[in-house]
Structure formats: C-alpha cells, structure tokens
T-cell receptor
C-alpha cells in the first residue's frame, strides 16, 4: 500500500455527463499527477498540480480539469463525457516537483462511459 | 504521444529464467524510470536511473541505460510466478516540465 487513495473505485456514467474523481496524496507530498490508462496501453499524462497550481498538462482537452487543495489532495473533473473517456484513471503523488522524487500511485478509478 | 516504447510487448517464460525488457525513447532525458503494474491496478515504482548513470541494481532487478542509443533495459533475474505483471518505462524529457511519459508496456507472464 502506497498511502495514496482514490475514490470511487469504479464508476459508470452516461455519455454527456460530468464526473469528479478524487485523490488523497501521501502525507508530505505536494505534487499530484493524473494519468489516463486505456485498456492494454500505458498511462497517458493528463496534468499535474504542485502546491495548488496546475504545473504541466498533457494533450487533453479543456473539458479535463482539476484542483488541488491546501492539504494537497486533488480532484479530476471531466465534463461532457465521451465513450473514449472509458479508462482507468490513476493519480500519483511525490514530495516535490522534480521527477527524481519517487512517485507513488493510487489504485485507480475505473470509469466506464456508456 | 508515448515516447517510450517497450519491447517485446509480451513475454512468457518459466520460473527461474531471466526476463529482459527493453525501452527506447526519442528525445534526450533527465531520467528514466521503470514501473510494475499488476492486473490493471496502480503502478509501483521499481527503479530510477539518471541520464549520467549507466547501470543500477535493486535486488533481482538490473537496469541499464544507453543514452547514445536512447534505450534502456530491465533485467529480472531468477523470475518467480509473482513477477507476472506489466512493466512500463517512463521518461522525464529535457524541457518537458517535470512530466513523465510512459511507454506501452511489456506484459510478462512467468509460468510456475
């Protein structure tokens, strides 16, 4: 167990709906990254937050947005869900912005869009 | 886009054998990391190798990095059934803003 938790574990939504996924980072970690992992593929970087500010974004449209709170927990929001948004969503935390710090992943949220 | 590409995509070996996975990337890096994932769960960090390092060891794991060829390899010695998982390389590219780019992974099956 890494100390990074995610909720919910599984979620089923309908196309066009909105969803919020939550991540509780490991104690002392100020950087949270979010990834989308489609079945059979590697994780794709969505964005990351450092001390409550977005710091880096991958090739995802603006309907993917996020927040980081003062306790460094984080949310991923996806609006206007599409079928291709079905995936495992992973968050990871580390104690600093540099990728030299070890990154700890949560167990993921499995999102199914029908 | 995924800059790291693992090879092979799938590997099946017997318990006790060694498993070698390779990762190639396209642009210069600050560091390269290997992760393991069991059955669609969260990833577990295995080892990090910096661009100025050529080899690192951790238990039964050995990672090499060849920056001239833009490639890395992960060797698991004396494999066990519990090593069955997907293995991913992730790269931190220069000027990429502290982001990690993952490859598509190698699916390793170790038969008892």
């Amino acid at each position: 167990e890494t100390g990074v938790t995610q909720s919910p574990t599984h979620l089923i939504k309908t196309r066009g709906q909105q969803v919020t996924l939550r991540c509780s980072s490991q104690s002392g970690h100020n950087t949270v990254s979010w990834y989308q992992q489609a079945l059979g593929q590697g994780p794709q970087f969505i964005f990351q937050y450092y001390r409550e500010e977005e710091n880096g974004r991958g090739n995802f449209p603006p309907r993917f947005s996020g927040l980081q709170f003062p306790n460094y927990s984080s949310e991923l929001n996806v609006n206007a869900l599409e079928l291709d948004d079905s995936a495992l969503y992973l968050c990871a935390s580390r104690m600093g912005l540099s990728t030299s710090y070890e990154q700890y992943f949560g167990p993921g949220t499995r999102l199914t869009v029908t | 886009s995924q800059q790291g590409e693992e090879d092979p995509q799938a590997l099946s070996i017997q318990e006790g054998e060694n498993a070698t996975m390779n990762c190639s990337y396209k642009t210069s890096i600050n560091n390269l990391q290997w992760y393991r994932q069991n059955s669609g769960r969260g990833l577990v960090h295995l080892i990090l190798i910096r661009s100025n390092e050529r080899e690192k060891h951790s238990g039964r794991l050995r990672v090499t990095l060849d920056t001239s060829k833009k490639s890395s390899s992960l060797l698991i010695t004396a494999s066990r059934a519990a090593d069955t998982a997907s293995y991913f390389c992730a790269t931190d590219h220069n000027n990429a803003g502290n982001m990690l780019t993952f490859g598509g992974g190698t699916r390793l099956m170790v038969k008892p």
